[in-house]
């Protein structure tokens, strides 16, 4: 099977791989360089996007040796944060007026809420 192509809706690059990027036409992130440190998807309305979204992209992107990845969740209203640790994702389930708690993103001070709504 060829090489799957993810364009997610967010990603937090860490600077060695922003500095790789810098100069480049295309913003294409091969599997040679570094991984994002932060990948958002937010789930669009269906099973197959569930599956796709809950299933398929956490095994790609833990794989990949992304530290975070967030799943936006409007329908159920939550953000699911997985943070990977030795390989494989551990999950943090926030709803309504929690705080997401992100160690690649420490500083951040948004609640679930917040996130859920920042589209609309």
Known sequence: ???RVRVPDLL???????TI????QRSTITPEMPAPLLVVEVVSPGKSNEDRDYR???SEYAARGI???WIVD?????????SLIDGLY???????E??????????????????LTAGQ
């Open 21 to 24: 990027l810098q100069p480049a």
């Open 74 to 82: 409007p329908v159920s209203s939550k953000v699911t944060v997985l």
């Open 90 to 96: 551990e999950e943090a389930i926030f709803r309504e």
């Open 56 to 58: 398929y992209k956490r």
């Open 1 to 3: 099977m060829g090489a």
């Open 98 to 115: 929690a705080a997401i708690s992100s160690a690649v993103l420490p500083s951040l001070h948004l609640t679930a809420t917040q996130i």
């Open 67 to 69: 530290l975070e990845y």
């Open 12 to 18: 937090v690059l860490g600077e060695e791989l922003a």
